[in-house]
């Protein structure tokens, strides 16, 4: 089933989310994706991730990991075919591609593979200038820091009024 939705009016009320969108619009006109290998996506903190793929039968030297802007490929490729005779074959040996769409400032650490599972290690690491900071204000009268206490609600006050 495919739908067709119209983005172009949420397009044209904001600024800055083309991206967004066309990671929409490619997502609803892709076909059924191909799940191959099975996977798990951890979010180990608030910004640490972990991608675990169970890549059996596959070495260090047949898989590529290729981090783009904004962009993770895993792929696989069996570098030799096997000379054997099987009876059954259950184990995969099939080439893959699985792409990751990446956040901004998400990088790659590292890549494992043990046991016939391959993690590999995300980080968000906002730079210094994305960081909230505190500002502060300057008057005729000195320095003054901005506070982080609110000022009470409007009917806090009133109810101090009325018992007074």
């Known amino acids: 089933m495919r739908n067709n939705y119209d983005l172009s009016p949420f397009r044209r009320a904001t600024v800055g989310l083309d991206r967004l969108f ?12 191909d799940n191959y290998p099975p996977l798990d996506l951890e979010q180990e903190a608030n910004d640490r991730y972990r991608i675990t793929l169970a890549v059996a039968g596959f070495r260090p030297d047949e898989i590529d990991i290729t981090s783009q802007q904004n962009l993770l490929i895993v792929s696989g490729k069996k570098r030799q075919q096997d000379e054997r005779s099987y009876v059954h074959r259950g184990i995969a040996a099939r080439s893959f591609e699985r792409r990751f769409a990446l956040d901004d400032y998400v ?52 109810k101090d009024r009325v018992a007074a």
Not at 22 to 33: C, P, V, W, Y
Not at 134 to 145: D, F
């Open 22 to 33: 066309d990671m929409l619009e490619n997502g609803m006109t892709e076909q059924a994706a």
């Open 107 to 158: 990088q790659v650490r590292s890549a494992d593979l043990r046991e016939g599972l391959l993690s590999i290690e995300l980080v968000r690491e906002l730079p210094e200038r994305m960081k909230p900071r505190r500002i502060e204000i300057h008057g005729t009268e000195g320095a003054a820091r901005l506070s982080d206490q609110r000022d009470p609600p409007a009917n806090e006050n009133q």
